[in-house]
């Protein structure tokens, strides 16, 4: 695997500098979108509303628009913002796990120590074991600021991205609120069913049988030469973690000090 970007996990005074890597992948099989008379490939063109050209990336901006005014933002502006800039993976507060409701979770990615943070890593990790508790951070990536959860898994930490709250639509079905008659007897029998399918989830028992049959009809194109040449036409950094590396006792001592402080003051 490689890391898509370095940084540093940061709570009180401890610093735990470690490398990030996409943890899953898509397996679909890519298709594109071809002429069905001699099969050339089908491609999109960024062309300007404005004065018609074809516009190349380097000259591509991001804006903003209310259908009335339109705001640019070029490239150097969006990477002036702090929260662009930032390789903190910043630990808000530390949450109990089961307070966590799985249709926040977004993207997840594995981290791991780098260099010397080996011990810090590892305390982390089994803190958050012992405790059953999930860290809540903020960090940046890809121009976005974002929430994630800091869990574990096995022996690894994983940061899993959060949707902001007003990200999470409310279900409010008017059918629902109807009241519903469930007798003992269909609940018994409803209990019986799924007594029936009990079993402990095996991820790897499943496959993704649209794909697998894709791939077979592929494969048999090419066995049967359906296959057509193609031709030229259609061919187509790391930031340190920074910051005065403290003796990881040390700094776990004044992160103790200082939010006990807190909490003192405001009591």
């Known amino acids: ?145 974002r929430l994630g959860a800091l869990r574990v898994r096995g022996d690894v930490l994983v940061l899993q991205g959060l949707l902001w709250g007003d990200e999470v639509r409310s279900a409010d079905f008017a059918v629902l609120a109807t009241p519903v008659s469930v007798s003992d007897r269909e609940l018994e029998l409803s209990g019986v069913l799924v007594e029936s399918f009990e079993k402990d989830f095996t991820p790897d028992e499943f496959s993704d049988d649209y794909q697998v049959q894709l791939r077979a009809l592929i494969a048999g194109k090419l066995d049967r030469g359906e296959a057509r040449t193609v031709h030229a036409l259609d061919a187509s950094a790391d930031a340190p973690a920074g910051g005065d590396v403290l003796d990881l006792m040390e700094a776990l001592r004044r992160s103790v000090d200082e939010s006990r402080r807190r909490s003192s003051g405001a009591g």
């Open 1 to 145: 695997m490689r890391s898509i970007w370095k940084g540093a996990i940061t709570f009180g005074l401890v610093n735990v500098p470690v490398k990030v890597y996409s943890a899953t992948e898509d397996h679909d099989v890519a298709l594109h979108q071809v002429h069905d008379h001699d099969g050339g490939r089908i491609r999109y063109q960024r062309r300007c509303e404005t004065c018609g050209q074809v516009v190349d990336y380097e000259h591509i901006d991001k804006a903003w628009d209310d259908g009335e005014q339109r705001v640019i933002l070029t490239e150097p502006e969006l990477a002036s913002l702090p929260a662009a800039r930032a390789r903190e993976i910043e630990v808000v507060e530390f949450v109990p796990s089961d307070q966590l409701d799985p249709i926040m979770y977004e993207h997840t990615y594995y981290l791991e120590p780098e260099g010397m943070s080996t011990k810090a890593y590892v305390l982390l990790r089994r803190t958050l074991h012992a405790t059953s508790r999930t860290a809540i951070v903020r960090f940046a990536l890809r121009q976005k600021t």
